[in-house]
């Protein structure tokens, strides 16, 4: 279900309203469970067992790895659990369904798609096996104990997520390997759809392992607050990524809806919506003019389409998030923030302290540090970011772009590094970058370097990468206008976006959030800048529905 | 008080759509596709007694005709108006072709080319709303068989949207009208004729040439390879055909220009597609025209479409082929 839908609208009002009339912590987490089900099958049915299952691994490893053995019959109700989500997820023919497609009776239950009777499969071998590997676990000593319940989590999930993300592709690359020594392979690739946020949930599922592994988080007993944590449906598909000790303290009391809450929240929501509608999706057709066939334009138009580019992946991944906090404040929960201005960022370094703050700390928290972090050699420091880097580069999808993107940042986070020391070691360099013209100089070099990162990452083969690289990098002196497509689409609006973004977004860093300001207005005013927005967004909202960019990850 | 704050934006939405309605769409119209509402008005009009040759097709038809110029060419008592509309392939026509039969012309003169004998593109959202909102569909006297025409199911919602839901659609009317306006002023190789314009309704002022031609003739010879590998289209044009000739229609069937660049590209394809407009034509008691060579470069403003010149040249060839008419028509 996307953000922007009505009958996601339909979906909050009603969850607000049952919620604030629930006076138990369990029933209101019953309702918010279901609620976040329905949000995540209402694109596919079937991937809800991926949920389940990693749900359930995750429950019963963070258990296990503290000592808490679940007695036989807790262990046959998650069985039956599994079995029953097995029946109700996989075995009703929900493509069809969902396809809007009329299908007799006894069909819905015979269904055809491809792999079906190896979920199947799968899911009932793990209700039937599960059980009996978790208790024999329990015969091993604690500290293999602890170590063979974090190992299933995490082999689990990454499992999950090289089977659905990466199959393909690396068993791609092995084959054009072999071709390449002489080996003839054609291996099977499958034919199965991305599950949406997969690499999202599965990376916040992991957390609880590791954290109970770590100490950091005491294992809940509760299946349901587990299951409610995993699937928290204002952030279950595209962020942020919440560590347990960051939502399940929320879980501990009732909720009790507050109106300065749902305000304020509804605020920040609508504020990601205008990012994501107004904004990213006005801009999204020229930079789709640009980037689906960009050989011959000229540098003017790769420049063009970079800056565009970076503000729609900002607007559209920075919107979704607005909306996932702004929804959950309405609850009461904050979620932390998740981007900081990062296109204000003075260095590479602080750059990735601001984008996507969920992901670079879970990566330096689960990856960084126990590589070793910046505690070894400077040779080991560069290793462990260059590795933390390529990773969150192949997270982001199963393309060569993304790996040569997330190498790119891994280099530039060693050089800016190394710079620092240099820096550091003149007092005369470090007042310079400390100055005014310092500060913008420095400004100015981050801000190429992460266009130049965009277009790598926006551009979809080698060949495009080669070319929008070349053209950024060395300008070929070409001006005319009507060869940055101004034939095609609607440029113009594309082009008054990016303005409009270039303003507020610099207003906002220098004063305060628009979400902030709106907080700020006396109710007639807040009614008279919602009927404002409401026409606008009537106006602007464009006629194509656009999924978020992040979606695809 | 979230409550107050959706029915205010929703307030502020109604006022928006009704002023969408009122007083925005009627003053700046539905941008590209306004077109095709004009069109609508145009044939309901119609036109008197006389022999009318109407020019249907995509920009190639749109940049390759002046009514006036077919009308001066053509035997006494023809006129010629070019409805051709951008990027309306043969799928379009379908949608479109009832319509003009109803108003009853003498004749429909169809330019194609060979990628035309391939997959036919789908029908854009966009136009298949306008085509609801200009009750296109009442001419039909079948419904559109979508999977025999290869259409989306998008498209053959929108075709058959209530007016409102139409008219919704082109909420972007606003965003859009500014977009053309800046663009009008920026671009100066690029003409706007008006919606209902019927005899010259071309586009293109300047013509592409070198580096620009070589990358424009690569995406062309491209994509008609691409259309050709994925799929049959020749049935829809001899449908098209076959309806015009039972309307007692003269369907006369131009075998398009075709660049002295992409000539020698693949013979064999290009005879085919002459051989079956040929046949086809023959078939409906029509007329054929091969233009594939009437134009040399300094004809086309780019690797497809005619330029001024092109246009006099071809129009010209159109006219002359039109039949005299007979005493009592």
């Given amino acids: 279900m996307l953000f922007q839908t009505p009958e996601f609208l339909a979906l909050l009002v009603l969850v607000l309203a049952a919620v604030n009339l629930l006076r138990t912590a369990r029933s209101q987490h019953t309702l918010l469970l279901a609620a976040s089900y329905v949000f995540y099958g209402w694109w596919d049915v079937r991937f809800l067992m991926l949920i389940l299952l990693s749900t359930v691994i995750d429950y019963a490893a963070a258990l296990g790895i503290r000592g808490i053995k679940l007695g036989w019959a807790k262990r046959v109700r998650i069985s039956g659990l599994i079995v029953a989500g097995t029946l109700v997820f996989l075995c009703i023919d929900w493509p069809t369904l969902q396809d809007g497609a009329f299908a007799l009776r006894g069909e819905l239950l015979a269904p055809e798609w491809t792999g079906f009777r190896r979920a199947v499969s799968v899911c009932l071998g793990f209700a039937i096996v599960g059980p009996t590997l978790y208790g024999w676990y329990f015969r091993l000593n604690e500290q293999a104990r602890r170590r063979a319940f974090l190992a299933t989590s995490i082999v689990a999930n990454l499992g999950m997520l090289a089977f659905f993300k990466y199959y393909n592709f690396f068993v791609d690359n092995l084959s054009g390997i072999g071709g390449a020594l002489g080996v003839q392979w054609q291996p099977q690739l499958i034919d199965v759809a991305l599950p949406v946020g997969i690499s999202f949930y599965t990376f916040q599922t992991m957390s609880y392992s590791i954290d ?54 509804f605020n920040l929501a609508t504020v990601g919506l205008v990012k994501k509608v107004l904004i990213a999706d006005s801009i999204a057709p ?15 138009a790769i420049m063009l389409g970079a800056a565009l580019f970076a503000v729609q992946i900002y607007c559209d991944f920075s919107g979704y998030t607005d909306i996932a906090r702004g929804v959950s404040r309405m609850f009461g929960v904050e ?42 050699s400077i040779a080991a420091t560069y290793f462990n970011l260059m590795a933390t880097m390529v990773f969150g580069g192949l997270w982001h999808g199963a393309a060569w772009n993304f790996v040569i993107w997330g190498t790119y940042q891994g280099v530039l986070l060693c050089l800016n590094r190394a710079l620092r020391v240099v820096i550091e070691r003149s007092p005369a360099l470090a007042r310079f970058c400390g100055s005014r013209v310092g500060t913008v100089l420095r400004w100015a070099i981050t801000a190429y370097l992460w266009l130049l990162g965009w277009l790598i990452f926006r551009a979809t083969s080698f060949d495009d990468v080669r070319y929008c690289m070349k053209k950024f990098i060395l300008f070929d002196g070409r001006l005319e206008l009507a060869s940055l497509g101004l034939g095609r689409g609607t440029p113009i609006i594309a082009l008054l976006a990016l303005a409009a973004f270039c303003v507020l977004h610099t207003a906002s860093f220098f004063s305060r959030r628009w979400n902030e300001r709106l907080d700020m207005l006396p109710l007639a005013m807040l009614l008279l800048a919602y009927a404002l927005l409401g026409l606008l967004l009537f106006f602007g909202w464009p006629a194509a529905e656009q999924p978020f960019i992040y979606f695809q990850f | 008080m979230a409550l107050l704050l959706i029915v205010a934006a929703f307030a502020g939405a109604a006022v928006g759509a009704i002023a969408l309605r009122a007083w925005i769409v009627p003053t700046i119209g539905l941008g590209g596709v306004q077109r095709i509402i004009e069109l609508g008005r145009i044939l309901d009009d119609g036109w008197d007694d006389e022999h009318m040759g109407i020019v249907l097709g995509n920009s190639v038809s749109v940049e390759g005709y002046d009514a006036s110029i077919i009308e001066v060419a053509a035997p006494p008592g023809w006129r010629a108006m070019n409805m051709a509309i951008n990027g309306c392939d043969v799928m379009e026509l379908h949608v479109l072709l009832p319509r003009v039969l109803e108003a009853q012309p003498s004749a429909i003169i169809l330019t194609l080319r060979a990628v035309d004998l391939g997959l036919p593109p789908d029908l854009p959202v966009d136009k298949a709303y306008a085509y609801a909102l200009g009750n296109f569909l009442d001419a039909h006297r079948k419904p559109i068989d979508r999977r025999a025409l290869g259409m989306n199911r998008d498209s053959y919602n929108a075709l058959h949207a209530h007016h409102a839901k139409a008219m919704l659609h082109f909420r972007t009317a606003v965003a859009r009208w500014v977009n053309d306006q800046v663009r009008g002023w920026i671009r100066h190789d690029m003409r706007e004729p008006d919606s209902a314009e019927i005899i010259a309704p071309y586009n293109l002022l300047a013509s592409i040439r070198g580096q620009r031609l070589v990358r424009h003739l690569n995406t062309i010879a491209e994509m008609q390879d691409e259309r050709l590998a994925a799929g049959d289209g020749a049935r829809l044009i001899e449908r098209l055909v076959e309806q015009i000739a039972d309307a007692g229609v003269i369907p006369i069937l131009v075998a398009a220009p075709q660049h002295p660049r992409l000539r020698d590209r693949d013979p064999e394809r290009d005879e085919h597609c002459r051989t079956f407009l040929r046949v086809l034509a023959a078939q409906h008691n029509g007329e054929f025209i091969d233009a594939t060579e009437a134009l040399d470069e300094d004809g086309f403003a780019d690797a497809i479409h005619p330029n001024e010149s092109g246009r006099r040249i071809l129009s010209m060839l159109v006219g002359r082929h039109l039949p005299p008419r007979q005493r009592g028509d």
């Fill in chain 1, 212 to 265: 109970s592994f770590r100490g950091r988080v005491t294992p809940d007993r509760s299946l349901l607050r587990v299951a409610l944590y995993v699937a928290y449906f204002p952030q279950l598909v595209a962020g942020p990524i919440l560590r347990p000790q960051q939502f399940m303290p929320a879980l501990a009391d009732p909720w009790r809806l507050r109106s300065q809450n749902v305000i304020s929240g």
């Fill in chain 1, 286 to 300: 020229m930079v789709d003019t640009i980037f689906n066939d960009p050989h011959g334009l000229p540098s003017m």
């Fill in chain 1, 335 to 376: 979620i932390p923030i998740n981007f900081n201005f990062p296109y204000f960022s003075t260095s590479i370094i602080e750059f990735w302290r601001r984008w996507h703050i969920s992901l670079s700390t879970w990566l330096r928290d689960y990856l960084y540090i126990p590589l070793g972090g910046n505690r070894g």
